[in-house]
């Protein structure tokens, strides 16, 4: 009886799984079994960036890509350097998948449409001789003392029928179930750390949010600052105001850095928000004196101080600030031209909660990064042991950057994979697939 039933099983049939089961298979390994616990494989990347798939972001310079990651920028640079943004566009051109890079640096297939992507992966994957088993779930692995491991799946009902065994013995397993928390119960099975995940990626819910009546406005670039107990995080770019506070890329961004921090605070913070978008007090004084010169006669709801702020906005905070809009520009008083600088250059709102929405929704934290070695993606206490993905306590922030390092650690586990089993002779022996 031959040793194993597959050379490879990977569990989780997203973009990371695909990649290193279509790595390890295209490069001649046989045997390979991926297992997806729902009837619908690549589920995430078919809703991803609002039905079209931001596969990545046009940072080409892996130093440059790192910059991105609030967790796992440290270990990616090594990965970045072998698999980073170019080589994912060379990747899915060379099996036919054209992608578009948009101005902000996104980018989307040509089709716009995330099944062309779901689409691909799985026909590559069958052509490389990937088996996927739907609706199969992977319970639980154990090591075996000759290497390998005994695994126990969750079939779905007609499987026996189709041959389908709820246990099997594969020689190496990879782990690529995303934010699902059976990935990381089965890494802390097989040995790892798990640093505890916590939601990244959302929007910020605003106490009594003051700025409800500003739902849609989109201001660009705008500076936000979020203070909490000892520690303070900034960003700048577009920020939308919603009806419960703010959203846009720049919130998104600050909130992925801050996840951490603002879980141990329960969301309750201080946020600064520079409306000006970084103009110093002296040119915002500069605007004001021009405007009180040159457009003395107009009433200040009819004229903003530079042309580019949300006519919305600045009524709103001519309101918030006790300044009457009807008033002139020439009539403006020095207090209260005091009181409209500081509210442009940093209005405090107290943050109370997640917002509802975000575009993506990322888990941070996973299995531990100093257990794995990176430019495999094997695990350091069980060997045969891989992971790859979201998994891992890794993540990016929005523009494609999540599904770039579940390429480059599919890609790297895959190639690993397939080396280790050619120079093996046991995986030469592994079983045809069932
Ligand atoms: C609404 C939304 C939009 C997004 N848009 C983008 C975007 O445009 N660009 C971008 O870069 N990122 C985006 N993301 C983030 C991105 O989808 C994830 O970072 C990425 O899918 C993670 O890939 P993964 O392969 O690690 O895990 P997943 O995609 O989560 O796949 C893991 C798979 O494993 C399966 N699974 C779990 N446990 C088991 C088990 N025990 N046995 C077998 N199978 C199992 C799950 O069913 C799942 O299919 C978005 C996320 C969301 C929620």
Redesign the pocket.
């Known amino acids: 009886m031959l040793p194993f039933d597959r050379s490879l099983v990977v569990?989780?049939?997203?973009?990371?799984?695909y990649m290193a089961a279509i790595t390890a298979a295209e490069m001649g390994l046989k045997g390979v079994l991926l297992?997806?616990?729902?009837l619908q494989?690549?589920?995430?990347?078919l809703?991803?960036?609002g039905g079209r798939?931001?596969?990545?972001h046009g940072c080409w310079d892996p130093r440059a890509l790192v910059g991105h990651y609030p967790r796992g920028s440290k270990a990616l640079r090594g990965a970045f350097s072998r698999f980073a943004a170019g080589d994912t566009l060379a990747w899915f051109a060379s099996r036919g998948l054209e992608l578009v890079e948009e101005p902000d640096g996104r980018l989307f297939p040509r089709s716009n449409r995330s099944s062309s992507v779901v689409e691909l992966l799985e026909a590559t994957a069958a052509a490389a001789g990937v088996s996927v088993w739907r609706g199969?779930?992977?319970?639980a692995a154990q090591p075996l003392e000759q290497g390998g491991f005994q695994l126990q799946l969750r079939l779905p009902a007609n499987s026996q029928e189709r041959g389908q065994q709820p246990q099997l013995r594969s020689r190496r397993l990879l782990l690529?179930?995303?934010?699902?928390p059976?990935?990381r119960a089965?890494a802390t099975q097989l040995g790892h750390g798990v640093v505890a995940p916590v939601p990244s990626l959302f929007t910020l819910a605003l106490d009594a949010n003051p700025l409800a009546g500003l739902s849609g406005v989109v201001m660009d670039p705008v500076g936000l600052e979020l203070l909490l107990p000892g520690q303070r995080f900034e960003q700048q770019g577009t920020a939308l105001i919603t009806h419960w506070g703010l959203s846009g890329p720049a919130t998104l961004r600050l909130t992925a850095f801050a996840a951490r921090a603002l879980k141990e605070q329960n969301y309750r913070a201080q946020l600064q928000v520079d409306w000006s978008g970084g103009r110093p007090t002296a040119e915002l004084e500069g605007a004001f004196s021009s405007a009180r010169i040159e457009q003395a006669k107009r009433l200040l709801c009819n004229w903003r101080p530079w042309p580019e702020l949300s006519r919305r906005l600045w009524i709103h905070l001519l309101e918030a600030n006790g300044v009457s809009g009807q008033k002139r520009w020439a009539d403006l008083g020095r207090s209260e031209q005091r009181r409209l600088i500081t509210a442009l250059g940093a209005s405090c709102y107290q943050v109370s909660g997640r917002g509802p929405f975000g575009?993506?929704?990322?888990t941070a934290g996973g299995v531990n990064l100093g257990e794995v070695t990176m430019a495999s993606m094997e695990s350091r206490r069980q060997s045969g042991l891989f992971f790859?993905?979201?998994?891992l306590d890794i993540?990016?922030v929005?523009?494609?950057?999540?599904?770039?390092h579940?390429w480059t650690s599919g890609w790297l586990a895959g190639q690993a994979i397939a080396a280790a089993a050619a120079t093996e002779t046991t995986a030469a022996a592994a079983s045809p697939p069932i």
């Open positions: 569990a989780g049939g997203g973009p990371a799984g297992l997806e616990a729902t494989p690549l589920g995430k990347v809703i991803s960036g798939c931001n596969v990545t199969t779930a992977l319970r690529a179930t995303g934010g699902h059976s990935g089965l575009e993506e929704f990322v790859a993905g979201e998994l993540d990016g929005t523009g494609g950057f999540n599904f770039q579940c």
